[in-house]
């Protein structure tokens, strides 16, 4: 198995919606493009990326919202060396069709104080929906390491839940550590990298917000303790 010796995973730089989510009323949260100051950010990041890849070929696989393409395409990656899939299952976490600014203002305070991973939005899904569609593609991903010719470097342009939802998956969190993290910045990233000993780990951590506060696990009570 060839497994890459890192995965990076990259937020879209700043959107529309980032700066006024009055836009939601007007345009569906897909079609949103990045800000001038998205673009910038989105630039920078593919300076840093450029030197860590080097020469090096890349896997990339994009979500197919506008912002994560504009993304990507302003990173700037070598397209000889960079092999590019559109990949539906690191989509945003879906909100409903078209938004009432309001009710989407009241929906997130419900969202806050119900759990972010559990609460599903009005024609909307939950994080638990987004954790089980990234834990899909995690399988193809895995399986496309089969490949002996597979490249050293995986890129995944995506968003902020998501990134979290799949480091969730991947390193086996549990819901309290998850709730206690914040989304990454616009543009930031970070590494999953190969150690010797066989194992990924993160490069940096994501912030906290606040500590976790994971429900007790169950007693279990051994045959000859009745």
Not at 34 to 59: M, W, Y
């Amino acid at each position: 198995m060839a497994r890459p010796q890192r995965i990076v995973l990259i937020r879209h730089g700043e959107s529309e919606g980032n700066v006024d989510d009055t836009v939601y009323e007007r345009e569906p949260d897909h079609a949103l493009a990045l800000t001038p100051r998205g673009q910038r950010q989105a630039v920078e990041a593919g300076n840093a990326l450029r030197s860590t890849f080097g020469d090096e070929p890349i896997s990339a696989y994009v979500s197919p919202y506008r912002r994560t393409h504009e993304t990507f395409h302003l990173l700037g990656l070598d397209p000889s060396r960079t092999r590019v899939r559109e990949e539906p299952r690191l989509r945003e976490q879906d909100w409903g069709n078209w938004q009432d600014r309001e009710d989407v203002r009241k929906q997130k305070a419900y969202r806050d104080a119900y759990g972010h991973f559990f609460y599903r939005f009005a024609q909307g899904e939950s994080g638990a929906d987004v954790y089980d569609r990234v834990g899909a593609f995690l399988e193809s991903l895995w399986r496309s390491f089969e490949d002996p010719d597979h490249p050293r470097n995986v890129l995944l342009v995506t968003h902020g839940l998501t990134m979290r939802l799949f480091c969730m998956r991947w390193f086996h969190w549990s819901v309290a550590e998850f709730e206690s993290l914040s989304n990454p910045g616009n543009a930031e990233y970070r590494t999953l990298l190969l150690g010797d000993d066989g194992r990924y780990r993160l490069d940096r951590p994501f912030e906290r917000w606040c500590t976790p506060e994971p429900y007790p696990l169950p007693v279990r009570v051994r045959c000859d303790d009745r």
